[in-house]
């Protein structure tokens, strides 16, 4: 695959110490941590992942055989943390509201990893701000999952990275259009997506569209109600392989007001969906792998151009081209492992 590395893979019962150092993956963000292990394994690099989240803290079960499954399931949850802890080297945390994970004995060394809404709009919040403060004072290096984040990121960290989002491409369905004209809206309603600029676009593209377009989004969000009165048709939020190829069924998708490739902008670029969207400036580097424009007329225009011809405007962007230069999890990997050697060297 683009940018493998071949690395001497672990034999025995230890692993090869040119593998580097054996990392847990606390958590998860839109698969990030998981396709980082994934590809890493790949590469021969020792790294697990923990994303087991704890017991629902229900009422009480008023029968004593609940009470016990209940105090079972929290026991194997926090033996099965412990235990991953215990054998690695090096700590993971994604999202800077889990940093609480880190905090217990025994102590490990962690990179603190922020994905967005915690270093975007927790870290401001008050009763929030102080346990992310202490995340990020205390890891051993920070990173930051897009490039809008690297404000907020480096004022909590000064030193913080940019990790790119990876995508895996592995796990994308093929770009199979619906019968009907199909666009789609590809993230929730809310404002950290840019809510009421979506909204007015939503409003625009459907008295634009030919009769018999479909205009679709996601049931989820704060503004979903709003967007369906003005006659989005809203799916359900589904599983993460039918959510993709909910996506490849599009012959377009508008991606989020925010100005950001979030992983499913990323995840229709490299199916080859033509996106539509305003873009961050100096955000990604050319060329452009969306259809791009700052008015709502523009982004009009680009979606009914990429209506006429999909399959045209698709080859013309290349976006799976793009995604294989600049999000690959090989290249993630290999940064990753970079960051891995710097914070053992330092130790």
């Known amino acids: 695959m683009p940018g493998s590395r071949t690395a001497p893979r672990a034999t025995g019962s230890g692993a090869d110490p040119e593998a580097g150092p054996k990392v847990l993956h606390l958590y998860d963000a839109a698969d990030v941590g ?31 055989a609940g009470r016990a499954r209940r105090l079972l399931a929290g026991l194997s949850w926090q033996t099965g943390r412990a235990a991953g802890i215990l054998k690695a080297d090096l700590l993971h945390v994604h999202s800077g509201s889990r940093v609480g994970v880190v905090r217990s004995r025994p102590y ?4 603190l990893h922020f994905h967005g809404t915690d270093i975007r709009t927790q870290y401001y919040e008050a009763a929030r701000r102080p346990a992310i403060q202490w995340g990020a004072d205390h890891a051993a290096a920070v990173l930051y999952s897009t490039p809008d984040l690297a404000e907020h990121a480096q004022a909590a960290h000064p030193g913080a990275r940019y990790l790119p989002n990876p995508v895996d491409m592995e796990e994308l369905p093929d770009w199979v259009p619906a019968g009907r004209p199909r666009v789609v809206f590809a993230s929730r309603w809310d404002g950290s997506k840019g809510g009421q600029a979506q909204l007015e676009l939503a409003r625009t593209l459907l008295a634009a569209v030919v009769p018999g377009t479909e205009v679709m989004g996601l049931d989820w969000g704060t503004e979903a109600g709003r967007a369906a009165a003005l006659g ?51 955000y990604y580097p050319g060329p452009s792998p969306v259809l791009q424009a700052d008015t709502v ?43 891995y050697r710097e914070v053992m060297a330092g130790r």
Do not use: C
Request: proline content about 9%.
């Open 232 to 282: 989005v048709q809203l799916a359900p939020k589904m599983a993460k392989p039918d959510y993709l190829r909910w996506l490849a069924g599009a012959h377009a998708v508008v991606g989020q007001s925010a100005g950001i490739l979030a992983m499913s902008e990323l995840q229709a670029v490299a199916i080859g969906v033509p996106v539509v969207m305003q873009l961050g400036a100096g």
């Open 34 to 64: 998981r396709t980082l292990v994934k590809y890493g394994r790949m590469d021969g690099y020792p790294w697990r992942q923990f994303n087991r989240t704890p017991p629902a803290d229900t009422d009480t079960p008023a029968s004593a």
């Open 297 to 339: 007329d523009g982004l009009i225009a680009h979606v009914l151009t990429a209506l006429a011809d999909p399959p045209a405007v698709s080859t013309a962007l290349d976006g799976r081209g793009w995604i294989t230069t600049n999000h690959s999890p090989h290249q993630a990997v290999r940064q990753l492992a970079g960051v």
């Open 108 to 111: 490990k060394p962690f990179v």
